[in-house]
């Protein structure tokens, strides 16, 4: 029973020395295989590999896939003119040498973006230096991110390589501090509201310049159409005159008589209206006082 246990014992231990000595390296990574701190090699292809246990041999991983390094502060730089602005930027990067990055920079990514970081910081500080604002929002932008780059190729690929390639470096945001920025907007909103208010006396000034034009339009039309009706009623009384006169000329009396209904007609129109009158004496009723039928004879023609 002891002998079973031994033998299984003995198994279990070199399984584990066998696994020790076994690694996988992904087709996403860089092996890098160190024998007491020192670099022994450097396995690019994935697959399964073999190395010595520890302590003898470890084996570290670095990613070799496109990296992304985004801008971690807002700290204004300065320009040409001397205005305060801050950009937001990203760089595309990769480890090429994971060898000399190790020696150089240090053994996983995050060491190699810190660097990084400063790096590509004070480029865009040195080049911002030499620009003006507008630039840095026209069509200048681009002369300005190339140039970034290559400094920063040029620091990486210096005495010391890094290892790494840069493959893009671009600018996502330009912007003055928030100070200014907020001037800035208090000026926009200032000149937005003069030319509203502007716009509003405009509108003001045009709006009672076509009332009162439609108001004299208007004026001038009803004194035409006043003028007009009353030449018209004249016009017509005039002709109901001439119609009248000779109407009565034909026959005096009866015009009289008529003339003397009209006048009994418009009297008597309201039944509540009282007339104190002495039939008489009075010559209102005359025509009623007359011989009816000689008054109320048609006229001969």
Known sequence: ????????????????I????????????????FALGEIKKVIVEPGLNFKLPPPFQNVSYIDKRLLTLDTTDNEPMLTAEKQRVVIDWYVRWRISEPTEYIRNVGTNEAAGAS???????????EEINKRTVKELLSLKREDLMADVKREVLDKVRGVKPWGIDVVDVRITRVDYVEAITDSVYRRMEAERKRVANELRSTGAAEGEKIRADADRQREVTVANAYR????????????????????FGRDPQ??????????????????????????????????????PAVSAAPAKR
């Open 254 to 291: 009866f015009a009289q008589f008529y003339r003397s209904l009209d006048a009994y007609r418009a009297s008597f129109n309201n039944k509540s209206d009282v007339l104190v009158l002495d039939p008489s004496t009075t010559e209102f009723f005359k025509s009623m006082r007359g011989n």
């Open 228 to 247: 007009d009706a009353q030449k018209i009623k004249g016009e017509g009384d005039a002709t109901a005159a001439g119609v009248y006169a000779e109407s």
């Open 1 to 16: 029973m002891n002998k079973i246990g031994f033998i299984f014992s003995s198994l279990l231990v070199l399984l584990a």
């Open 115 to 125: 660097q990084l970081n400063r790096v590509v910081r004070n480029a865009f500080q």
């Open 18 to 33: 066998l696994s020790s000595t076994l690694f996988i390296v992904d087709q996403r990574q860089f092996g890098v295989v």
